[in-house]
C-alpha cells in the first residue's frame, strides 16, 4: 500500500514538474512576442524594462528558446536609475539634465554632445564615452594651428600658382618673422583685436603691410578650404605706411658712387659689376639678383628681366653695348648660372656704404630720369624697359630732373636744348668711368 501511495505521488510530482516547465515557456514565449513588438533585444531585457515577476515571489529559472536559463530578479527603478546617471555625471564633471522620456528611455541632455539615449547607467555611459571620442576626433580635423596651416596648404597652394623664387622667399620669410614672434594657434582661435595689436607691435611700418596683407592671404585660403566661418583680419583698418619717395643721384653723386667702388678692393668684381648693372638697366633689387646666363642673347641684342613685383612684370630690355660688355666680363668671375651671386641684404647694405641719404633703389630712380630727361627716349618705352604697369607710374614717381644738375635746371638763361646738352655731358663722363673700368 505504501509503495503504491509513494509511487502516486511521484507520479504527480513529475507531473507538476511538466506543468510548470510548459508554464514556463509559455510565459517565455509572452516575453518575447511583447519584447519583439517593443523593440527590446531578448526577452530578459524586456522583462527587466517593464517590471515583469518583479515580485520576489515570481523570481524564478526561466528556460530561453537556446534552453538556457535566465534569471530574473529586482529590477531597478527608473528614479534609481536616473539617480545614477546623475551621480555619473558628476565623476565624470559633465554638465546637463536628466530625464524620462514617454517612451520609457532615458535622456541625457548636454550642450556640448547633444542628447543620449538610454535604459540602464551603462548603456548611458557606453554611448557618453563614444560620443566623446567621435567629438574629440572631429575637433581634432578641424583644430589646426597657423604655422601647421601654411605648411600643409597656404605655401604649397602659392608654389603652384609658380610665384617667383623670389616672391616665395619672401613670403617665407615674413611667415618665419610671425612665428619668431610665438604668434601660433589654432587658425579659428584668431581675433581681430589681437592681430591689430600684434601688427602694431612691428616698428617699420611697411613691414606691417606686408605682415597684415599675409594674414589676410592666409585666412582668406583658410576661409576658401572652409577651415574658418570668417576672416578675422576683415575688420581691421589697412596699416598705413608713410611712403618715403625715391629720388635719383645728381651726376656728381654718380661719379663718387662709382669711383668708390670701382676703387675698393674689399668688393669682388661681381659685387661692383651689380650695381654698375643696375643703374645701366633700371632693374629691381631681386630682378638684377636673378639674371641668368640662359637670360642673355647675345646674338639678338636682347637681355630678358623675370619681373618680381606685380604679374606680367616679366619684359624683354636691349642688350647695350655697354650691359653686353659688362655681364661678358663678370661671366668670367662668376661660379654657377647666375651673374650676381649676392645676398639681398649685402646688395642693399652695401650702397649704404658710400651713400647714406642713398638706398640702392635709388638707382632705379636715377636709371628712369636720365633715359626720360637725358636721353630723351619716349616715356612708354622707359615704362616698358622698366616693368611699370602704367606710364603715369615712371613719370610721376621714376622722373627727377631738377635732381640730376639742380644748377643748371635752375639756370633762367639757357634753353632746354642747352641745358640738356650739359647733362649729356656730365652723363658721358660717368659712362667713361664705367668704359674704363670694364676695359
Not at 95 to 101: K, Q
Not at 359 to 376: A, M, N, S, Y
Not at 385 to 408: A, F, Q
Request: proline share 3%; charged share 25%; hydrophobic share 35%.
Amino acid at each position: 500500500m505504501d509503495n503504491f501511495i509513494d509511487s502516486q505521488l511521484d507520479g504527480i510530482e513529475i507531473s507538476l514538474q511538466k506543468i510548470f516547465q510548459e508554464n514556463q515557456m509559455i510565459a517565455m514565449r509572452l516575453i518575447a512576442i511583447r519584447g519583439f513588438r517593443a523593440g527590446q533585444n531578448s526577452s530578459a531585457e524586456y522583462n527587466y524594462q517593464n517590471n515583469m515577476y518583479s515580485n520576489p515571489a515570481c523570481q524564478c529559472n526561466l528556460i530561453n528558446s537556446n534552453g538556457y536559463q535566465e534569471v530574473f530578479s529586482q529590477p531597478k527603478t527608473i528614479n534609481e536609475i536616473i539617480e545614477e546617471v546623475k551621480e555619473m555625471m558628476i565623476e565624470l564633471k559633465i554638465r546637463g539634465s536628466v530625464r524620462e522620456r514617454p517612451n520609457g528611455l532615458i535622456e541625457l541632455r548636454t550642450q556640448a554632445l547633444g542628447s543620449i539615449y538610454g535604459r540602464t547607467r551603462e548603456e548611458i555611459e557606453q554611448k557618453l564615452t563614444e560620443k566623446i571620442k567621435e567629438v574629440a576626433k572631429e575637433k581634432k580635423k578641424t583644430t589646426i594651428f597657423l604655422s601647421e596651416f601654411y605648411k600643409e596648404n597656404y605655401l604649397p597652394y602659392k608654389k603652384n600658382q609658380s610665384r617667383s623664387e623670389n616672391t616665395i622667399n619672401g613670403i617665407e620669410s615674413n611667415f618665419k618673422y610671425i612665428m619668431s614672434q610665438g604668434f601660433d594657434k589654432s587658425i579659428t582661435a584668431y581675433k581681430p583685436k589681437e592681430i591689430e595689436d600684434f601688427l602694431y607691435s612691428v616698428k617699420e611700418t611697411r613691414k606691417r603691410q606686408v605682415l597684415q596683407g599675409l594674414f589676410n592671404n592666409i585666412f582668406n585660403r583658410a576661409l576658401a578650404l572652409g577651415m574658418i566661418k570668417s576672416n578675422p583680419c576683415t575688420p581691421i583698418d589697412k596699416m598705413q605706411h608713410e611712403i618715403k619717395v625715391g629720388k635719383a643721384f645728381s651726376f656728381t653723386e654718380m661719379q663718387d658712387f662709382f669711383n668708390g667702388i670701382i676703387n675698393d678692393n674689399t668688393l669682388t668684381p661681381v659685387e661692383k659689376g651689380y650695381y654698375i648693372f643696375v643703374w645701366l638697366t633700371g632693374t629691381r633689387r631681386n630682378e638684377a639678383l636673378d639674371v641668368k646666363l640662359e637670360d642673355v642673347d647675345f646674338e639678338n641684342k636682347v637681355l630678358t628681366i623675370h619681373g618680381t613685383k606685380t604679374d606680367g612684370a616679366d619684359r624683354d630690355i636691349p642688350l647695350t653695348p655697354l650691359v653686353e660688355k659688362l655681364l661678358k666680363s663678370v661671366s668670367k668671375t662668376i661660379d654657377g648660372n647666375k651673374f650676381f651671386s649676392i645676398t639681398s641684404n649685402r646688395a642693399s647694405n652695401l650702397c649704404h656704404k658710400y651713400f647714406k641719404k642713398h638706398k640702392l633703389h635709388d638707382l632705379r630712380h636715377t636709371f628712369g630720369t636720365i633715359q626720360i630727361c637725358v636721353e630723351k627716349i619716349n616715356a612708354k618705352t622707359v615704362s616698358i624697359w622698366m616693368g611699370h604697369s602704367t606710364v603715369d607710374t615712371t613719370l610721376r614717381i621714376y622722373t627727377h630732373p631738377e635732381l640730376l644738375d639742380k644748377g643748371t635746371f635752375l639756370r633762367g638763361d639757357l634753353t632746354e636744348d642747352e641745358k640738356n646738352h650739359v647733362y649729356k655731358l656730365k652723363y658721358a663722363e660717368i659712362l667713361s668711368i664705367i668704359e674704363a673700368y670694364l676695359s
